[in-house]
Every structure is written in structure tokens, then in C-alpha cells.
């Protein structure tokens, strides 16, 4: 991988610099879609690879939004949504609020950084996606 920190201060242009490939393609939000989707999202089935390991996974957007989802938009959410994945279902519940789909958004999280670490590892370039998703 040939992107550092340094080299690129965005979001965009690290994962440019790193040869992340990435296709997003509009589906039907499915039936197992988390129920805050349902009329007010788009579903996107994306698949992300890097130095031959892949990725997919489902990304929902708010119907408001106008472009389709970038490289960016998709790992910023993924980054997210791992730096959530080691809380306790309790620490989760506590923080963010206990309702029906609260051990469903927690096991999301929890999937989501598998996908991440398998793609980037656990090391400079995870840290690195934190960083500056952190800021996106």
C-alpha cells in the first residue's frame, strides 16, 4: 500500500492512494433491511477489494441524499461503526439508548468491523481511516 497519512489529508485521496476498488449497486431494500429504512432509505449492495481481499456489505441512504454513495461515504460509516463494535451490549444500549433494535444495530456494528479489520487489517491504515473519518 502506497498511501500514507501524510501523503493524503483526505478521506477520498487515501483510499485513492491505497487502490481500494469499489462498486455500489442500487437494490430493493430487502425484507431483513433494520426497519428505520423502510420508505426513507435506498439500499446499495457495495463491494469493496483490496490487494485481492473483498468485502460486501449492505449501505443504506437517506433518499434526500443525491449522489450515489461514494468510496468515502461507505467506509466512513464502516469506520464508525467498528469503533462501536467492542462495546458491551450493555455499554451500547447505555450510550445510544435501549429500544427493539438495539441488539440488532450492535450486531451490525460488530459484523462491520470484521469486514473492515479483513480488508484493512488492525494496524497503520485502519488507524489511519479513523483518523480521518474521524473528521469526514
Not at 432509505?41 to 468485502?55: E, F, M, P, Q, W
Request: hydrophobic share 35%; with cysteine; glycine share 8%.
Amino acid at each position: 500500500m502506497n498511501a500514507t497519512l501524510e501523503q493524503e489529508q483526505t478521506l477520498e485521496g487515501y483510499l485513492v492512494g491505497l487502490g481500494l476498488k469499489f462498486k455500489a449497486q442500487e437494490v430493493d431494500v430487502p425484507d431483513s433491511a433494520p426497519e428505520w429504512t423502510k420508505g426513507r432509505a435506498r439500499a446499495y449492495r457495495v463491494s469493496l477489494s483490496l490487494n485481492g481481499k473483498r468485502a460486501s456489505t449492505m449501505y443504506y441512504q437517506g433518499r434526500g441524499i443525491q449522489h450515489e454513495p461514494r468510496p468515502a461515504d461507505v467506509i466512513a460509516s464502516l469506520i464508525l461503526d467498528s469503533s462501536l463494535a467492542d462495546y458491551s451490549i450493555k455499554e451500547f444500549g447505555d450510550e445510544f439508548g435501549w429500544n427493539e433494535l438495539t441488539r440488532d444495530i450492535h450486531k451490525v456494528c460488530k459484523r462491520n468491523k470484521v469486514k473492515v479489520v479483513r480488508l484493512f487489517g488492525q494496524g497503520e491504515v485502519f488507524q489511519a481511516l479513523s483518523e480521518l473519518a474521524s473528521s469526514y
